[in-house]
């Protein structure tokens, strides 16, 4: 395709669903991230894969959040049993080089 | 956690005047960019200067960086209505072993560009 496309666009759940958001990246990035904004602050980083390798979760929250890509194409952030706090935007990125990420449109999570 | 701030949080200026955002950060880097977002869209990569680099101009976007002070500043000129959106600085480095190049943001700047 020819950008970063995320679905759903707007998730709506209650307080102790599980949830899965979807990254379709740009095709032959080899890299993707993930990174959570919450209102009135800037994206802040949650994970990383080299292709199906996830090399870095260190911004992940909780152990409720887990992210997955396993033919090193598609990504799945899926956050279990959520909580009110989860509300933000989740934007996922790709790159070809260090550098330039190209970013998808996110996914509004609210949690009731 | 957030790298750096911008200043100003907010910024209202007249169409056709010139925007000038500031950006500060922390920690030693690798690149450093800047992103423009539109109220409930995604992030737009706008410009990116190398930690090596001084100045580096594209199109109306002009963007220095102070590597000694940590601080890097992005000039808009002849601002256009259209240029309305919020602009975060972002800078990459390498997180310790994993390769990651991942980017931190700072809280952002909203300008309002009024017709």
């Known amino acids: 395709g020819a950008g970063v496309s995320q679905s759903p666009r707007y998730k709506v759940a209650k307080r102790g669903q599980d949830v899965a958001l979807r990254c379709d990246p740009i095709s032959g990035h080899v890299s993707l991230f993930w990174y959570q904004q919450a209102l009135g602050q800037g994206p802040e980083f949650l994970t990383y894969?080299?292709?199906?390798?996830?090399?870095?979760k260190s911004g992940l929250p909780s152990d409720r959040f887990f992210a997955e890509r396993p033919e090193g194409s598609v990504s799945t952030l899926k956050i279990q049993r959520t909580q009110q706090e989860d509300s933000a935007v989740y934007l996922c990125?790709?790159?070809?080089?260090?550098?330039?990420?190209?970013f998808g449109p996110g996914t509004r999570l609210t949690v009731l | 956690s957030q790298q750096g701030e911008e200043d100003p949080q907010a910024l209202s200026i007249q169409e056709g005047e010139n925007a000038t955002m500031n950006c500060s950060y922390k920690t030693s880097i690798n690149n450093l960019q800047w992103y423009r977002q539109n109220s409930g869209r995604g992030l737009v990569h706008l410009i990116l200067?190398?930690?090596?680099?001084r100045e580096k101009h594209s199109g109306r976007l002009r963007v220095t960086l102070d590597t000694s002070k940590k601080s890097s500043s992005l000039l808009i000129t002849a601002s256009r209505a259209a240029d309305t959106a919020s602009y975060f600085c972002?800078?990459?480095?390498?997180?310790?072993?994993?390769?990651?190049?991942?980017?931190?943001f700072g809280k952002g700047t909203k300008l309002s560009v009024i017709p």
């Open positions: 990125a790709s790159s070809l080089v260090i550098g330039e990420q190209f």
């Open positions: 894969f080299q292709n199906e390798a996830q090399l870095d």
């Open positions: 972002a800078t990459d480095a390498e997180s310790s072993g994993a390769g990651s190049y991942q980017l931190t």
């Open positions: 200067i190398r930690s090596n680099e």
